[in-house]
């Protein structure tokens, strides 16, 4: 078997996608107010056994449809409970099949080696990482946009004969994801794509949108249940969620940002990659172009016309949906998931060429790569050995939190952490010898790219851990529960929208809101800030006793968190 076979690669492939993510998206606990928002929806599904439309978080609809939390509910059956690791499966696995069908569709099109190198860049940019590594609904959604889009370009090949039911299927997949936009970027790229090449208008008008129109089926049967459950308030929360999102007209805070922000962080997203990029702007030939408008145009045309057909739609995946994106007030770096792969292939090609024309660039970028793992490693040990710890803690200077944190780094040596050190050492040592054959084969390329996952593997099995662990409020909740073992508990946050997501998914969905049900007697969560608001418009009818506080402010809503214990006044 050849070493750059298909086969060969694909089964590569595969090994570094599971052993860079699987082993790790259990490690961390909730520490946002979002993964367990998404998580506790599962659970309400496995607990009510209502699989359309579930309360949550005391009497919430979720906000998105629901094929991620079906995914996460599935795979925590199988397991035996909703976990961390269950609720991010969903969410490694399809970064997995993204780099797996990513490398087969530019293997067929393009050659084994440069789709290899694509589906390496996709898994390792630093946007890719982190969703793959959360319990989010976006990565869930760019696999069935980008898997969609795989099936069209096939469709096209074809000269649009029939009707493209798989891609219908994964179409229907995203809009039950996120609504709509899995159905319009897909028909959008693929109507762009076949205008630029000729198609009849009105044929590509017709067949894109009884393709739609299948696509629809799905969607719209859960759409119509949860009608029936919902009625006019799941109404109100799709118009809002998909139409007023758009318009940013949002009832609450919905990311409004500047076109700008998708060009930072879209480099930011593809961090170390686009360093190299940055790199290579210092060691490029520039010269100003001499055309009129109409030359440039006609020019432009005419590369249109000659543009390889897998190179022109891979361009429109990329500018097309980006394009979309920029439209909407709300933004989010997450959005533009389903541009990765497609990004990335421009970059491998571009990384081919400099390894070719400009070395030089390869090895500043080898040796800033180099220098900042031996940085990392150098830090890591000092901190995993507290050998600052006392003068840190004595000297007065430092603030808790910072003390707090690098305390939590002193711990005894375990396998995996002089593993990864004694590899990064290895792999660091393989770049540098590497150096010299730089002209000869892509081994110093993969050398690089071999070391920036070895990097992401020591922070996602030892440091990302031990400072998102420290950070979370789950040892909070655990007092929680072992103060409150059962029954419900009362809660109550000022902002819009907020809850205690992350006290309520490790309480098994037992928090509720106290204005709705004002009981008798009972526990109440509440933050500091907005425990005077309780106080007051209730002094007349109950007595809180403080009971509980919370050693640091909360994930989700940003503040100390108390628990009284509460009574009617009779």
Same mark, same amino acid.
């Given at each position: 078997?050849?070493?750059?076979?298909? #086969?060969?690669?694909?089964?590569?492939?595969?090994?570094?996608?599971?052993?860079?993510?699987?082993?790790?998206?259990?490690?961390?606990?909730?520490?946002?107010?979002?993964?367990?928002?998404?998580?506790?929806?599962?659970?309400?599904?496995?607990? #009510?056994?209502?699989?359309?439309?579930? !309360?949550?978080?005391?009497?919430? =609809?979720?906000?998105?449809?629901?094929?991620?939390?079906?995914?996460?509910?599935?795979? #925590?059956?199988?397991?035996?409970?909703?976990?961390?690791?269950?609720?991010?499966?969903?969410?490694?696995?399809?970064?997995?099949?993204?780099?797996?069908?990513?490398?087969?569709?530019?293997?067929?099109?393009?050659?084994?080696?440069?789709?290899?190198?694509?589906?390496?860049?996709?898994?390792?940019?630093?946007?890719?990482?982190?969703?793959?590594?959360? #319990?989010?609904?976006? =990565?869930?959604?760019?696999?069935?946009?980008?898997?969609?889009?795989?099936?069209?370009?096939?469709?096209?090949?074809?000269?649009?004969? %029939?009707?493209?039911?798989?891609?219908?299927?994964?179409?229907?997949?995203?809009?039950?994801?996120?609504?709509?936009?899995?159905?319009?970027?897909?028909?959008?790229?693929? %109507?762009?794509?076949?205008?630029?090449?000729?198609?009849?208008?009105?044929?590509?008008?017709?067949?894109?949108?009884?393709?739609?129109?299948?696509?629809?089926?799905?969607?719209?049967?859960?759409?119509?249940?949860?009608?029936?459950?919902?009625?006019?308030?799941?109404?109100?929360? @799709?118009?809002?969620?998909?139409?007023?999102?758009?318009?940013?007209?949002?009832?609450?805070?919905?990311?409004?940002?500047?076109?700008?922000?998708?060009?930072?962080?879209?480099?930011? %997203?593809?961090?170390?990659?686009?360093?190299?990029?940055?790199?290579?702007?210092?060691?490029?030939?520039?010269?100003?172009?001499?055309?009129?408008?109409?030359?440039?145009?006609?020019?432009?045309?005419?590369? @249109?016309?000659?543009?390889?057909?897998?190179?022109?739609?891979?361009?429109?995946?990329?500018?097309?949906?980006?394009?979309?994106?920029?439209?909407?007030?709300?933004?989010?770096?997450?959005?533009?998931?389903?541009?990765?792969?497609?990004?990335?292939?421009?970059?491998?090609?571009?990384?081919?060429?400099?390894?070719?024309?400009?070395?030089?660039?390869?090895?500043?970028?080898?040796?800033?790569?180099?220098?900042?793992?031996?940085?990392?490693?150098?830090?890591?040990? @000092?901190?995993?050995?507290?050998?600052?710890?006392?003068?840190?803690?004595?000297?007065?200077?430092?603030?808790?939190?910072?003390?707090?944190?690098?305390?939590?780094?002193?711990?005894?040596?375990?396998?995996?952490?002089?593993?990864?050190?004694?590899?990064?050492?290895?792999?660091?040592?393989?770049?540098?010898?590497?150096?010299? !054959?730089?002209?000869?084969?892509?081994? /110093?390329?993969?050398?690089?790219?071999?070391?920036?996952?070895?990097?992401?593997?020591?922070?996602?099995?030892?440091?990302?851990?031990?400072?998102?662990?420290?950070?979370?409020?789950?040892?909070?909740?655990?007092? @929680? !529960?072992?103060?409150?073992?059962?029954?419900?508990?009362?809660?109550?946050?000022?902002?819009?929208?907020?809850?205690?997501?992350?006290?309520?998914?490790?309480?098994?969905?037992?928090?509720?809101?106290?204005?709705?049900?004002?009981?008798?007697?009972?526990?109440?969560?509440? %933050?500091?800030?907005?425990?005077?608001?309780?106080?007051?418009? /209730?002094?007349?009818?109950?007595?809180?006793?403080?009971?509980?506080?919370?050693?640091?402010?909360?994930?989700?809503?940003?503040?100390?968190?108390?628990?009284?214990?509460? !009574?009617?006044?009779?």
């Amino acid at each position: 078997m050849k070493l750059d076979s298909k #086969s060969t690669l694909g089964i590569l492939l595969i090994t570094i996608s599971i052993l860079t993510l699987i082993p790790f998206i259990g490690l961390t606990d909730f520490h946002t107010k979002g993964e367990p928002r998404e998580a506790i929806v599962a659970v309400s599904m496995l607990d #009510s056994g209502n699989w359309i439309l579930p !309360e949550n978080n005391g009497g919430d =609809m979720a906000y998105k449809p629901p094929m991620f939390h079906w995914a996460i509910a599935v795979t #925590s059956f199988l397991a035996g409970e909703v976990t961390e690791f269950t609720s991010r499966f969903p969410s490694a696995l399809s970064a997995i099949i993204i780099a797996l069908f990513t490398f087969l569709f530019y293997a067929k099109r393009t050659n084994n080696n440069l789709a290899f190198l694509t589906s390496l860049l996709f898994l390792s940019a630093f946007e890719i990482h982190r969703a793959a590594m959360a #319990s989010r609904v976006d =990565m869930v959604l760019a696999l069935f946009i980008i898997l969609a889009l795989f099936q069209l370009y096939q469709w096209t090949e074809k000269n649009l004969k %029939g009707i493209p039911l798989i891609a219908t299927l994964f179409m229907g997949a995203a809009t039950l994801t996120k609504g709509p936009v899995g159905i319009i970027l897909p028909c959008a790229v693929t %109507g762009a794509y076949l205008l630029l090449r000729n198609e009849n208008f009105w044929k590509l008008f017709y067949k894109l949108l009884i393709t739609a129109l299948i696509s629809c089926i799905l969607p719209a049967i859960w759409y119509y249940l949860a009608y029936q459950q919902g009625g006019s308030e799941f109404i109100n929360l @799709v118009m809002e969620e998909n139409f007023g999102r758009f318009l940013g007209k949002m009832s609450y805070e919905s990311h409004e940002q500047p076109i700008i922000y998708y060009i930072y962080t879209t480099i930011a %997203g593809f961090i170390p990659w686009s360093i190299l990029v940055l790199f290579s702007l210092f060691a490029l030939k520039y010269s100003s172009p001499n055309l009129s408008v109409k030359t440039w145009w006609n020019k432009l045309k005419s590369a @249109v016309k000659n543009t390889d057909p897998i190179r022109l739609f891979t361009f429109l995946a990329f500018a097309v949906i980006f394009v979309f994106y920029c439209i909407p007030k709300s933004k989010r770096s997450v959005y533009l998931l389903p541009i990765y792969p497609f990004l990335a292939f421009f970059l491998a090609e571009y990384m081919l060429y400099l390894l070719k024309k400009h070395q030089k660039v390869w090895r500043a970028f080898g040796i800033f790569l180099s220098i900042l793992t031996g940085l990392v490693l150098i830090i890591f040990i @000092v901190l995993k050995s507290g050998w600052v710890l006392p003068y840190l803690t004595n000297s007065g200077n430092f603030p808790e939190d910072i003390i707090y944190y690098i305390d939590a780094f002193h711990s005894s040596w375990d396998f995996v952490s002089v593993g990864c050190v004694i590899i990064l050492i290895i792999v660091l040592y393989q770049v540098y010898k590497n150096k010299r !054959e730089l002209s000869l084969n892509n081994r /110093y390329l993969y050398s690089v790219v071999a070391l920036f996952f070895w990097l992401q593997i020591l922070l996602d099995a030892t440091i990302l851990p031990t400072i998102l662990n420290a950070k979370s409020m789950r040892p909070f909740a655990q007092q @929680v !529960e072992e103060l409150i073992p059962e029954g419900k508990i009362y809660s109550y946050v000022g902002a819009p929208m907020m809850r205690f997501f992350i006290i309520n998914f490790y309480n098994d969905n037992r928090v509720v809101e106290f204005e709705k049900e004002q009981p008798e007697e009972g526990y109440l969560l509440v %933050g500091e800030k907005d425990y005077p608001h309780i106080a007051g418009k /209730y002094s007349d009818k109950y007595k809180f006793t403080d009971i509980l506080k919370s050693p640091r402010k909360g994930n989700d809503v940003k503040d100390i968190i108390h628990i009284y214990q509460f !009574e009617k006044i009779k």
